[in-house]
């Protein structure tokens, strides 16, 4: 590329920000993320969302 610049077949312009560092930043935030949920944490969201609809169910029963 440096060669192609000298002989101005191309020209290379500086930026101020990286953008392959950006990526990989991107890329190693995402990594430290935690993994997928466990079997624990589904059970209680689905025992959650089961509990909130029983409870509506009976206020529309209450409401009847």
Excluded: C
Excluded at 20 to 44: C, D, H, N, W, Y
Excluded at 45 to 54: F, Q
């Amino acid at each position: 590329m440096k060669d192609l610049a000298d002989m101005n077949l191309i020209a290379i312009k500086q930026t101020d920000s990286d953008g392959f560092m950006q990526v990989i930043e991107r890329l190693r935030s995402k990594a430290e993320q935690p993994g997928p949920p466990t079997m624990e944490e589904i059970t209680q969201e689905v025992v959650s969302k089961i509990n909130a609809v029983l409870s509506e169910l009976e206020i529309m029963q209450k409401s009847s």
